[in-house]
Nanobody, 122 residues
Framework: QLQASGGGLIQAGDSLRLSCPVS????????AGWFRQSPGKEREFVAR????????YYADSVKGRFTISKDYGKNTVYLQMDDLKPEDTAVYYC?????????????????WGQGTEVTVSS
């Protein structure tokens, strides 16, 4: 079970950290990821982190501004978002997958949490 939180209304250029506690599985057994969906658009990949080594991969649109991390002790996944832009406005979802290298296609991921809304004003 996953539950994303931490969204809100912020100004462009500000930072925000999203959290996603994971229950029902040890953090070394799943790849974790974040996706987002804007009104009228399809859900898109944002970032993922591997099961054990913590290897990360980002969408080009957020590379250098967003950081995904996994706290193995708390079994929680985070998304640190810096230098936010209005185009980052979306509902953000955390996801988990049992495979080591899930694709960026959201339909390939096994488990999803409820989203948290992020609104960036200019």
């Amino acid at each position: 079970q996953l539950q994303a939180s931490g969204g809100g209304l912020i100004q462009a250029g500000d930072s925000l950290r999203l959290s996603c506690p994971v229950s029902g599985g040890h953090p070394s057994t799943y790849t974790a990821g974040w996706f987002r969906q804007s009104p009228g658009k399809e859900r898109e990949f944002v970032a993922r982190i591997s099961k054990i080594q913590g290897h990360t991969y980002y969408a080009d649109s957020v590379k250098g501004r967003f950081t995904i991390s996994k706290d193995y002790g708390k079994n929680t996944v985070y998304l640190q978002m810096d230098d936010l832009k209005p185009e980052d406005t979306a509902v953000y979802y955390c996801a988990a997958d049992r495979t080591s290298f899930p694709t960026s296609d959201p339909t390939a991921w096994d488990y999803w949490g409820q989203g948290t809304e992020v609104t960036v004003s200019s």
